[in-house]
Protein backbone atom coordinates (compact mmCIF):
# COMPACT_ATOMS: atom_id res chain seq x y z
CA UNK A 1 0.00 0.00 0.00
CA UNK A 2 2.17 3.19 -1.25
CA UNK A 3 1.41 6.59 0.67
CA UNK A 4 1.53 9.27 -1.49
CA UNK A 5 2.97 12.59 -1.70
CA UNK A 6 1.45 15.15 1.09
CA UNK A 7 0.08 17.75 -0.60
CA UNK A 8 -1.64 20.85 1.65
CA UNK A 9 -4.88 22.12 0.71
CA UNK A 10 -5.46 25.82 0.88
CA UNK A 11 -8.86 26.02 1.30
CA UNK A 12 -12.01 23.49 2.11
CA UNK A 13 -12.18 23.17 -1.93
CA UNK A 14 -11.20 19.95 -3.62
CA UNK A 15 -8.53 20.58 -5.92
CA UNK A 16 -9.38 19.09 -8.76
CA UNK A 17 -6.70 19.48 -11.34
CA UNK A 18 -5.25 16.34 -12.36
CA UNK A 19 -1.76 15.44 -11.57
CA UNK A 20 1.07 13.39 -12.39
CA UNK A 21 2.75 11.04 -9.79
CA UNK A 22 6.08 9.26 -11.17
CA UNK A 23 8.55 6.77 -9.34
CA UNK A 24 12.11 7.20 -9.29
CA UNK A 25 15.48 6.10 -7.29
CA UNK A 26 16.69 8.83 -6.12
CA UNK A 27 20.26 7.66 -6.63
CA UNK A 28 19.40 7.94 -10.50
CA UNK A 29 17.52 11.24 -9.90
CA UNK A 30 14.97 12.29 -12.18
CA UNK A 31 14.00 14.20 -15.81
CA UNK A 32 9.98 13.97 -16.09
CA UNK A 33 8.30 15.74 -19.19
CA UNK A 34 4.53 16.22 -19.20
CA UNK A 35 3.61 14.64 -22.42
CA UNK A 36 0.88 16.76 -22.75
CA UNK A 37 2.41 20.17 -22.04
CA UNK A 38 5.83 19.44 -22.66
CA UNK A 39 6.62 20.95 -18.72
CA UNK A 40 9.59 19.61 -17.26
CA UNK A 41 11.01 19.11 -14.45
CA UNK A 42 14.68 17.55 -13.25
CA UNK A 43 15.80 16.32 -9.67
CA UNK A 44 19.73 15.50 -9.98
CA UNK A 45 20.57 12.38 -8.77
CA UNK A 46 21.46 11.79 -4.90
CA UNK A 47 19.96 15.31 -3.72
CA UNK A 48 17.20 14.72 -1.59
CA UNK A 49 17.62 14.40 1.93
CA UNK A 50 14.79 14.05 4.89
CA UNK A 51 12.94 16.79 7.40
CA UNK A 52 16.64 16.45 9.30
CA UNK A 53 18.82 16.66 6.49
CA UNK A 54 19.70 13.34 6.03
CA UNK A 55 20.49 11.85 2.80
CA UNK A 56 17.64 9.26 1.66
CA UNK A 57 17.96 6.43 -0.94
CA UNK A 58 15.51 4.32 -2.67
CA UNK A 59 12.35 4.78 -4.40
CA UNK A 60 10.50 8.71 -3.95
CA UNK A 61 7.40 9.91 -5.62
CA UNK A 62 7.46 13.22 -7.72
CA UNK A 63 3.79 15.17 -7.44
CA UNK A 64 3.58 16.91 -10.45
CA UNK A 65 0.73 19.46 -11.08
CA UNK A 66 0.45 21.94 -13.21
CA UNK A 67 -2.20 24.95 -13.72
CA UNK A 68 -2.18 27.22 -16.94
CA UNK A 69 -6.22 28.06 -17.16
CA UNK A 70 -8.54 30.41 -15.11
CA UNK A 71 -10.69 27.67 -14.51
CA UNK A 72 -7.65 25.75 -13.04
CA UNK A 73 -6.49 28.66 -10.74
CA UNK A 74 -9.97 28.71 -9.64
CA UNK A 75 -10.46 24.85 -9.12
CA UNK A 76 -6.87 24.89 -7.15
CA UNK A 77 -7.96 26.91 -4.14
CA UNK A 78 -5.10 27.96 -3.77
CA UNK A 79 -4.97 32.21 -2.90
CA UNK A 80 -4.07 33.87 -6.17
CA UNK A 81 -2.92 37.47 -4.03
CA UNK A 82 0.14 38.88 -2.71
CA UNK A 83 0.85 41.50 -0.10
CA UNK A 84 3.69 43.44 0.30
CA UNK A 85 4.17 46.54 2.16
CA UNK A 86 2.73 48.92 -0.74
CA UNK A 87 -0.90 46.74 -0.23
CA UNK A 88 -2.09 43.89 -1.79
CA UNK A 89 -2.42 42.84 -5.45
CA UNK A 90 -4.16 39.96 -7.32
CA UNK A 91 -2.10 37.75 -9.84
CA UNK A 92 -2.65 37.86 -13.83
CA UNK A 93 -0.60 34.39 -13.96
CA UNK A 94 1.04 32.80 -16.93
CA UNK A 95 0.57 29.76 -15.39
CA UNK A 96 1.43 27.81 -11.78
CA UNK A 97 3.25 24.54 -11.32
CA UNK A 98 3.31 22.26 -8.31
CA UNK A 99 6.34 20.03 -7.71
CA UNK A 100 6.43 18.00 -4.17
CA UNK A 101 8.78 14.77 -3.36
CA UNK A 102 8.17 12.50 -0.50
CA UNK A 103 9.30 8.61 0.21
CA UNK A 104 6.76 6.27 1.69
CA UNK A 105 4.68 9.32 2.01
CA UNK A 106 6.77 11.66 4.04
CA UNK A 107 7.99 14.92 2.37
CA UNK A 108 11.49 15.22 1.34
CA UNK A 109 13.61 18.47 0.21
CA UNK A 110 16.53 19.09 -1.84
CA UNK A 111 19.67 18.78 0.18
CA UNK A 112 21.29 21.84 0.80
CA UNK A 113 23.55 23.70 -1.98
CA UNK A 114 21.55 21.34 -4.65
CA UNK A 115 18.05 22.24 -6.88
CA UNK A 116 15.88 21.10 -8.94
CA UNK A 117 15.11 22.30 -12.90
CA UNK A 118 11.54 23.42 -14.14
CA UNK A 119 11.13 23.91 -17.73
CA UNK A 120 7.62 25.75 -17.89
CA UNK A 121 6.18 27.51 -20.77
CA UNK A 122 3.79 30.28 -19.88
CA UNK A 123 0.29 29.81 -21.27
CA UNK A 124 0.98 33.47 -23.26
CA UNK A 125 3.14 36.46 -23.02
CA UNK A 126 2.92 38.77 -20.39
CA UNK A 127 4.40 42.47 -19.55
CA UNK A 128 6.12 42.30 -16.04
CA UNK A 129 6.38 39.00 -15.56
CA UNK A 130 7.81 37.57 -12.06
CA UNK A 131 8.33 34.70 -10.35
CA UNK A 132 6.58 33.87 -6.75
CA UNK A 133 6.13 30.60 -4.25
CA UNK A 134 3.67 29.51 -1.88
CA UNK A 135 4.82 29.16 1.36
CA UNK A 136 2.64 25.92 2.77
CA UNK A 137 3.53 26.90 6.39
CA UNK A 138 1.72 30.54 5.84
CA UNK A 139 -0.29 29.99 2.99
CA UNK A 140 1.30 33.65 1.74
CA UNK A 141 2.96 33.98 -1.77
CA UNK A 142 6.95 35.21 -1.49
CA UNK A 143 8.44 37.39 -4.18
CA UNK A 144 11.88 35.50 -5.95
CA UNK A 145 13.47 37.95 -7.65
CA UNK A 146 15.81 36.20 -10.43
CA UNK A 147 17.97 37.10 -13.33
CA UNK A 148 16.13 34.92 -15.47
CA UNK A 149 13.22 37.85 -15.41
CA UNK A 150 15.74 40.46 -15.61
CA UNK A 151 14.98 41.58 -11.64
CA UNK A 152 17.93 40.58 -10.15
CA UNK A 153 17.97 43.72 -8.50
CA UNK A 154 14.37 44.51 -7.08
CA UNK A 155 12.98 44.22 -3.04
CA UNK A 156 9.71 43.81 -4.63
CA UNK A 157 7.89 42.67 -7.11
CA UNK A 158 6.74 45.38 -10.04
CA UNK A 159 2.81 45.68 -10.17
CA UNK A 160 0.71 46.59 -13.55
CA UNK A 161 -2.53 48.52 -13.74
CA UNK A 162 -5.96 47.31 -13.61
CA UNK A 163 -6.45 48.41 -17.68
CA UNK A 164 -3.31 46.32 -18.36
CA UNK A 165 -4.11 43.30 -16.36
CA UNK A 166 -7.72 43.98 -18.56
CA UNK A 167 -6.20 44.24 -21.62
CA UNK A 168 -3.58 40.80 -21.20
CA UNK A 169 -7.18 38.90 -19.69
CA UNK A 170 -8.81 40.11 -22.67
CA UNK A 171 -6.48 39.44 -25.97
CA UNK A 172 -9.13 39.01 -28.61
CA UNK A 173 -11.72 37.08 -25.87
CA UNK A 174 -15.52 38.37 -25.65
CA UNK A 175 -15.27 38.58 -21.90
CA UNK A 176 -13.25 39.35 -19.09
CA UNK A 177 -12.21 36.66 -16.48
Wanted: proline share 7%; hydrophobic share 35%; glycine share 8%.
Amino acid sequence: NAKHAFVPNFSPRVNSVPAAMVQFQVENGLRYQSPTTGTSVTIPANSLVDQNGQPVKGEAELFFREYRTIEEFLASGIPMHYSDGRGPFYFNSGGMFEVRVSQAGTPLKMAAGTGYDVNFSPTEAMESASLYYLDDQTGEWKFRPDVAFGQANLNEPPVVSESTVIANNLRGKAADC
